[in-house]
């Protein structure tokens, strides 16, 4: 069972579908029920409070990470409620603890505070917050029966087609592949103290299993070496305004009157100017599977029993 959390399933990316496009096809496992939408089910094969956008900070708005964990305990809650009435299909405790949780974000919270025009040094500072809301989402899940984590870092933030055509950086501003350094320099800061953050509460939690999952040099690696994968332009658009160089223009986004998609979708590695391609995916989940790019490494399948 997976519970996922934007980014949690049970409980970043982050996205509503984000689980079953990386590993769903290669685990043999289908969508899971969104939470908030999902009509007649009782979640057998797992729940997703990812909602799009999401964010650890600021608290209490729809739908912060810690929302998202208020939301968990009463679904817990109810499921056992309804459990005790005679549903027997539903959650028991035994399936609470032995679930995969899910967590990816942070990206967003450092997105936000860029387009709030934050200084560099100013974005730093919430990296700490931010942290802090994640490990309280891990413990309170801990404390409710948890005991399988499955985190992933952020990806590179300043290769997204949207940052780029937001920002529009002088050519000093951008590393070797056209990326923005800065942004992508935030990113690998929050990773590093998301890694150390994990190997912190493996020494807190010894009951549990959290693997620390490395999605930002899966992600740069397949940006940076795009031909290698059968990839062309890696920092336009697939689907959106503008042609190049990054096909596009917040103004006529995907899925907008005007905005097209392009006939090759397999050779775009960015499907929206945020969301990675089906294709794109496809081989991040291969690698992730690999175990190349976890710590501790541990077979996907150890969670299967």
């Known amino acids: 069972m997976f519970l996922s959390f934007q980014h949690l399933i049970f409980l970043n990316p982050t996205h509503p579908?984000?689980?079953?496009?990386?590993?769903?096809?290669?685990?043999?496992?289908?969508?899971l029920p969104a939470y908030m939408e999902s009509l007649c089910s009782t979640f057998s094969n797992g729940a997703n409070f990812a909602v799009v956008g999401s964010s650890t900070l600021p608290k209490f708005v729809p739908f912060a990470l810690n929302v998202q964990v208020m939301q968990f305990l009463h679904f817990k809650s109810r499921s056992y409620d309804l459990l005790a009435s005679g549903l027997e299909e539903m959650i028991s405790d035994d399936g609470f603890q032995r679930a995969l949780y899910m967590i990816d974000i942070g990206q967003n919270d450092l997105s936000d505070a860029f387009a709030k025009k934050y200084s560099y040094a100013k974005v730093i500072k919430i990296i700490p917050l931010?942290?802090?809301?994640?490990?309280?989402?891990?413990?309170?899940?801990?404390?409710?029966?948890?005991?399988?984590?499955w985190v992933h870092n952020t990806g590179p933030l300043g290769c997204l087609p949207q940052k780029l055509w937001l920002l529009q950086p002088s050519s000093r501003e951008l590393d070797p592949h056209g990326c923005i350094s800065t942004y992508n320099s935030a990113a690998s800061l929050f990773n590093e103290g998301l890694h150390h953050l994990c190997t912190e509460l493996r020494s807190e939690l010894k009951d549990s299993t959290i693997i620390y999952v490395d999605i930002y040099t899966i992600k740069y690696d397949l940006i940076s070496n795009a031909?290698?994968?059968?990839?062309?332009?890696?920092?336009?658009?697939?689907?959106?305004?503008?042609?190049?160089?990054?096909?596009?223009?917040?103004?006529?986004?995907?899925?907008?009157?005007?905005?097209?998609?392009?006939?090759?979708?397999?050779?775009?590695i960015n499907w929206d100017g945020i969301h990675f391609t089906e294709a794109a995916n496809s081989i991040m989940a291969s690698k992730i599977l690999s175990q190349q790019y976890s710590t501790p490494h541990v077979p996907f399948d150890f969670f299967c029993h």
């Open 130 to 149: 931010v942290l802090a809301e994640i490990k309280n989402a891990i413990k309170s899940i801990h404390d409710n029966g948890g005991r399988k984590f």
């Open 17 to 31: 579908h984000f689980f079953y496009s990386l590993y769903g096809q290669s685990v043999n496992s289908s969508f």
């Open 227 to 268: 031909s290698k994968y059968g990839f062309t332009s890696p920092l336009m658009a697939c689907c959106g305004f503008g042609g190049s160089p990054f096909n596009y223009n917040i103004n006529v986004t995907c899925g907008h009157d005007g905005a097209q998609a392009c006939n090759q979708g397999s050779q775009f």
